[in-house]
């Protein structure tokens, strides 16, 4: 069956643009969630989406949003982009809570 | 929220048994423990979960202390394929889950 599909795999932007990522889960998963690795801060929980709804955040500011469709697909949004923001932005999904995730190849959003 | 502790790395010869520890003391009775790795350039990759029995599946085994404060994920035959980084987290049964990675263990496997 197909994985978690992650689209654009790189993507570079300016400082103040704004950036839109998405996710396609496996099929069938309900839960998705995001996660921003960089090498100095390692890999940071933004948030969790089941059924459309947000169920969990991490600590990140306002300026990083997301969304879940009926279909389960997700996007995560940044605004007013910032050069920290660099970093690699992976999706995962999961049946339900305490099954394993499974984790996208990622987007590598380089801010210059 | 339960957090995880893992040293940092660890050597393994190939072909050799690896044991990966990971202590979890602040653990509640509804986190599940489970064992991701991230190979160079890739997402992490599920590997085994478990709660409180051991586990086993094709990729490795999970041996959960009987306190459930600390667990061993085990390779038994280490190849160059697995040297990644291995990570220890704690997740819900259910509901919202806020998700803590840490550093992992980083592993390299020596030819």
């Known amino acids: 069956k197909a994985g978690v599909t992650q689209t654009p795999r790189y993507l570079i932007k300016t400082r103040g643009q704004q950036v839109t990522l998405s996710c396609s889960p496996i099929?069938?998963?309900?839960?998705v969630s995001w996660y921003q690795q960089t090498p100095g801060q390692g890999l940071q929980f933004l948030f969790e989406y089941f059924s459309e709804t947000q169920r969990n955040k991490g600590n990140f500011p306002g300026r990083f949003s997301g969304r879940q469709f009926s279909n389960s697909r997700s996007e995560m949004n940044v605004s007013t982009l910032e050069l920290g923001d660099s970093a690699l932005y992976l999706c995962?999904?999961?049946?339900?809570?305490?099954?394993?995730?499974?984790f996208g190849s990622g987007t590598r959003l380089t801010v210059v | 929220d339960a957090k995880t502790t893992q040293p940092n790395s660890m050597e393994s010869n190939e072909e050799e048994p690896v044991h990966l520890p990971c202590n979890h003391s602040t653990i509640s009775g509804t986190d599940y423990i489970h064992w991701y790795r991230q190979l160079p350039s890739q997402g992490p990759e599920y590997v085994i979960h478990g709660l409180t029995s051991n586990v086993n599946n094709r990729m490795a085994s999970l041996a959960i202390a009987e306190d459930r404060k600390s667990s061993t994920l085990i390779l038994h035959r280490a190849t160059l394929r697995d040297a990644a980084v291995y990570y220890c987290i704690l997740r819900k049964q259910t509901g919202a889950n806020n998700l803590f990675f840490g550093t992992g263990t980083r592993l390299t496997v020596i030819p």
């Open positions: 099929s069938g998963h309900r839960s």
């Open positions: 995962a999904s999961s049946l339900e809570a305490y099954y394993g995730y499974t």
